[in-house]
């Protein structure tokens, strides 16, 4: 018998990581929106876009090529690793991220702060990278344990004037603490 997928034909979504034993997942859906912010972000391609499945509409930089994404969790997770997509299909070559920054834990970050601080880990992407079927880029493990946020800083670009991103899919898993959204207050 075929497969589904294989009848549906077009292109197919990256399977996610191998689950080692850690059981991966999509963890998009444990984001704390209201917590969620993107510094110098364009009007028009807002970094919420990310999130929807349509690279058309994607996240653009505003000003310069430098974005600063801040994600948060409403739980507890680790995170194993990270899928950056590319905007709009790959139409703009020159907007892709190409140097990126990743920090974890680190509230109310600003552009200084990330080109200061080091970095709990930095990704080099190419255009490959960022395809819809390339694989999503492992973390170190030891360094996104109990990660409640994640800060991502779009430092350079492969040579536009702006950065665009297409999609944004982080894969891990809750740690399995209380969500303090969930309770009720009393009296």
Do not use: W
């Amino acid at each position: 018998m075929a497969s589904i997928a294989g009848m549906q034909g077009g292109n197919a979504a990256p399977p996610p990581p191998v689950d080692d034993g850690s059981m991966i997942e999509l963890i998009s859906s444990h984001l704390d929106k209201s917590e969620c912010y993107c510094k110098n972000e364009s009007p028009n391609f807002r970094y919420t876009n990310l999130f929807i499945d349509d690279s058309r509409l994607g996240l653009k930089s505003d000003a310069d090529e430098q974005l600063l994404i801040h994600i948060v969790f409403n739980e507890v997770v680790k995170v194993h690793s990270i899928k950056f997509g590319e905007f709009n299909g790959g139409s703009d070559p020159e907007l892709n991220p190409s140097r990126i920054q990743l920090f974890v834990n680190r509230e109310s970050m600003g552009f200084e702060d990330a080109e200061d601080i080091p970095a709990t880990q930095v990704i080099e992407l190419t255009a490959t990278d960022l395809k819809e079927n390339a694989s999503p880029k492992k973390l170190k493990f030891v360094k996104f344990q109990r990660v409640r946020s994640i800060s991502i800083f779009v430092e350079d670009n492969a040579g536009g004037e702006i950065s665009a991103l297409g999609s944004l899919k982080v894969y891990g898993r809750p740690v399995g603490t209380t969500n303090m959204k969930d309770f009720k207050k009393q009296g």
